[in-house]
């Protein structure tokens, strides 16, 4: 997140062989140069310098409040978070702010680091042959798709076993151990939040959170934004939604970026510092069979400050069929969703997100 979720297939990757070595957003920024035409977004699209129009504020939900006996009133407003905006700030998680920094300023130190450095992890084999994992950019599969003005970094972290680290970088030299206890971090965060959700559902307490087994995935993302001379004509990440099952993100603590689509109106996530983002993928909307909404959001860039983020994605174990849980089916609410394999749907996630287009819709009865 934001943006992608696990991972393209072999087909898609192959059609995203094509020239890739000249696009890393952080040299184009430095350069001084405009935004070549591949990162300008077309009309209908853009609108991109819109100022939102509702006093609409992203929900904020205090998770140590909600796991308590007298926590009621805040699980009235998670479930409307879920319901209504499909995201929420989550404070009192559990991760010290002191660490949160640590993670941010390590990311940083990365992204700054000279480029002979980064491209050690560099997801280009041979400048031109994409990989999902590694330093540089997303996948292209056409030569007229509308680019991101963005770099990331992106990385398996669970299962442990499946880990390439030869793409995990060295320097700084604690980023892999504060990676990995980011990533167990983040698995705690999860389960408190999964088994909150089937809490609130009235289903059995661990529906959700069994999902989750040993092969289940998580990625990290890091995203850099450079800044841009021109950011109305330009997305930092273009309007999508996870197609994982949860997003956790960890927010630049002083650039605002990333909006939400709520009633037909784009939305600040505003600067919350030491809050976690949390974001209903495509994943769970699925198995709460539709009534937990994945929200659309997208990331616009800014022409005076860089910006950061740490994303997790989870997902299930992609052998596991994604579909409805049972619990959440009736004759008043019928099954929304048809069956699909995880990889299946995350590989055509890769594909219709270099599309525009939304892969939930693909699936929907």
């Not at 307490?205 to 990290?220: G, L, T």
Request: proline residues 6%; charged residues 30%; hydrophobic residues 40%.
């Amino acid at each position: 997140m934001f943006g992608l979720g696990p991972y393209p297939n072999s087909k898609v990757m192959e059609e995203g062989k094509k020239e890739m070595g000249s696009r890393l957003v952080q040299e184009l920024a430095m350069s001084g140069r405009d935004a070549p035409t591949s990162y300008i977004q077309r009309d209908p699209v853009r609108q991109i310098n819109s100022p939102p129009h509702t006093s609409a504020q992203v929900p904020v939900i205090d998770l140590n409040r909600l796991s308590q006996s007298d926590g009621a009133d805040e699980s009235v407003k998670f479930r409307d978070a879920l319901q209504s905006w499909g995201l929420f700030l989550a404070v009192n998680h559990g991760i010290p702010s002191s660490f949160l920094d640590e993670v941010l300023n390590l990311s940083t130190e990365f992204f700054h680091l000279p480029l002979e450095e980064k491209q050690k992890f560099a997801n280009l084999v041979d400048g031109k042959e994409f990989k999902l994992e590694g330093y540089g950019n997303d996948i292209v599969l056409r030569d007229d798709q509308t680019l991101d003005w963005n770099d990331r970094l992106y990385l398996l972290v669970q299962p442990e076993d499946q880990r390439n680290l030869d793409v995990w970088p060295t320097n700084p030299v604690s980023f892999r151990d504060v990676l990995h206890t980011f990533g167990k971090n983040t698995q705690t965060v999860r389960a408190q939040i999964l088994r909150a959700m089937a809490k609130v559902l009235e289903l059995k307490e661990d529906c959700f959170v069994k999902q989750f087994d040993e092969k289940a995935n998580m990625y990290a993302r890091f995203n850099y934004y450079p800044l841009c001379k021109r950011p109305d004509l330009v997305f930092g990440l273009k309007p999508h939604a996870d197609a994982s099952a949860m997003t956790i993100l960890l927010l630049d603590k002083e650039v605002a970026g990333l909006q939400v689509r709520k009633n037909a109106e784009w939305v600040d996530v505003p600067v919350f510092p030491d809050s976690l983002l949390v974001v209903i993928g495509d994943g769970i909307e699925i198995m709460s069979n539709g009534i937990f909404k994945s929200p659309i959001h997208r990331v616009v860039a800014n022409s005076e400050k860089e910006r950061l983020s740490v994303v997790m994605f989870s997902a299930l174990d992609p052998e596991k069929n994604l579909e409805p849980l049972d619990e959440p089916i009736d004759e008043t609410r019928p099954r929304m969703y048809k069956t699909v394999k995880t990889k299946d749907y995350l590989a055509d996630h890769f594909k219709h997100f270099a599309e525009g287009k939304r892969t939930l819709d693909f699936y929907k009865i």
